[in-house]
């Protein structure tokens, strides 16, 4: 079935660090998105990218659609204590319809050390 | 306001027993889903709903019925329940043109012992 692969799997970083994490797949996506979970909370959605090539912001947090279309990207610039969490990408097929199945990666879990 | 409540938080039974988690949006999405996270933070699509039909039900159990009784509202009955469905259960919503962009309620731990 299809898949999406993370790296890294977690990270400790110091506050203030730039972070990048990346997700591929062997599968070309027509959506890529990249949800954030808080501990004890439902995923919230961050940043959503829809062609090729895009690349998207949402304040500290920068996003890549990858051009293969088999990846994406995301990177955190100054990073604070309440960036912790675990960050999922995810991707969809079909970008007309949420019939379609949004596949999740299995996360990346960031820790930021004050 | 809660976008996509649901409840209990927290849910710890025996095995063998039939449990519920409900769950309400008030987005007024038209599709409805129930995730599952396991102990690794896996999360998989287990059920979606458009308007109150069945759209996607992915390889579940059939010890597991959803049930929509109208389209804010989309439950999860789970029979005789095994110690392996112990997790974090998920429910979810998005408009029909979302193009992937989910609510996520904040969860249910089911714990089976």
């Known amino acids: 079935g299809q898949q999406l692969n993370q790296s890294p799997q977690s990270m400790f970083i110091q506050e203030g660090e730039d972070v990048s994490m990346n997700c591929t797949s062997s599968?070309?996506?027509?959506?890529w998105l990249w949800y954030k979970q808080d501990p004890g909370e439902g995923p919230v959605l961050l940043i959503a990218?829809?062609?090729?090539?895009e690349l998207t912001s949402n304040g500290r947090l920068t996003a890549q659609f990858g051009i293969t279309r088999k990846d994406s990207f995301l990177n955190i610039s100054a990073s604070i204590p309440s960036d912790v969490g675990i960050y999922f990408c995810?991707?969809?097929?079909?970008?007309?319809?949420?019939?379609?199945?949004?596949?999740f990666g299995p996360g990346t879990s960031l820790s930021v050390i004050p | 306001d809660t976008a996509v409540s649901q409840t209990p938080k927290y849910l710890v039974t025996q095995m063998g027993n039939d449990k519920s988690i409900k769950c309400e949006q008030n987005?007024?999405?038209?599709?409805m889903y129930w995730y599952k996270q396991d102990s690794k933070k896996f999360l998989k699509i287990m059920f979606s709903?458009?308007?109150?039909?069945?759209?996607i039900n992915e390889t579940v159990p059939n010890r597991f019925s959803p049930k929509s009784p109208d389209k804010a509202h989309l439950n999860l009955h789970i029979n005789s329940l095994e110690l392996g469905d112990s997790a974090v259960y998920f429910c979810?919503?998005?408009?029909?043109?979302?193009?992937?962009?989910?609510?996520f309620g904040s969860g249910t731990r089911l714990t089976v012992v």
């Open positions: 979810a919503s998005s408009q029909v043109n979302a193009q992937g962009q989910v609510s």
């Open positions: 599968s070309i996506f027509n959506t």
């Open positions: 995810a991707g969809s097929k079909n970008a007309k319809t949420s019939y379609d199945k949004v596949i």
């Open positions: 990218l829809y062609k090729a090539g």
């Open positions: 987005l007024g999405h038209d599709t």
């Open positions: 709903y458009n308007n109150k039909e069945l759209i």
